[in-house]
């Protein structure tokens, strides 16, 4: 399987002239990938997106152990595009367009997707797509089809790092509050500090809709707190546990 995702990753650097494009979440699976791509001897940048609502552990775990990653910070933080566009969710994700897929037009986006992450991404995902939003935009997922007991055996025969928090039970990471987590609410306990931000920038939300006469804040919620608790609260939601978001993509 190494041999033949490496294979994977030479046969589409050489249709390219720039280096790969390497997406780097700091999780287990982009920590394979930057691995990969290594052992591959092609050239590559890796990057990171900041969403600004990343578990801090994972954001100290990758400036220690991929040194070579860019962190691109977006122009405006979660909590500031959350006042402007409302809060984000199932059916309308713009964070995930405007923080967590940004870089990459032109290129060739090496990344870590595999099927085995979700019934969805099994279904809809390939290991070469087309960006659909962004035409020049080409995908490669060199280990589609690995499953998560391949992912942590190439990290224990290889020696790689991963975060601390795959030690205290979680299995993905990502952006705390996502509308498509299931355990945001549980997560966010975790994490005082960032559901009082998220608190606030509720309430600010609340305040920017009344003043611009919007009526439907007032008759469903009393405040941007009580707003916030519904976002937030897991039966409503009803996303199964594995599901997560998934970019859309021609294949």
Known sequence: ?????????????????????????????????????????????????????DPPE???????????????????????????????????????EMLKERGGSGRMVTTGIRWAESPRRKSKRRMFEICQKDKTKKILNPIIDWSDADIWEFHKKYKI??????????????????????????????????????IKSFERLYKHKVAKGQTEPLKRWKNGTEMFYWWINKKRRKASPEEQMCLAFDN
Not at 20 to 37: N, Q, R
Not at 83 to 90: D, S
């Open 161 to 198: 790092p991963y975060c601390e928090l795959y030690d205290k039970g979680y299995k993905r990471l990502g952006c705390l509050g996502c509308p498509m987590s299931y355990w945001a609410e549980e997560e966010l306990e975790q994490y005082p500090k960032y559901k009082a931000l998220f």
């Open 1 to 53: 399987m190494v041999k033949i995702a490496i294979e994977r990753i030479g046969t589409h650097a050489d249709c390219i002239n720039d280096p790969l494009y390497v997406a780097d979440s700091f999780g287990k699976d982009s920590g394979t990938i930057l691995e990969l791509v290594k052992m591959s001897g092609v050239k590559f940048d890796a990057h990171h997106n900041l969403t600004t609502i």
């Open 58 to 96: 994972l954001i100290r775990f990758g400036k220690k152990n991929h040194q070579e990653t860019i962190i691109e910070r977006p122009e405006e933080n979660f909590f500031e595009l959350l006042v402007r566009r409302g809060f984000p969710i199932r059916q309308g994700r713009w964070c995930c």
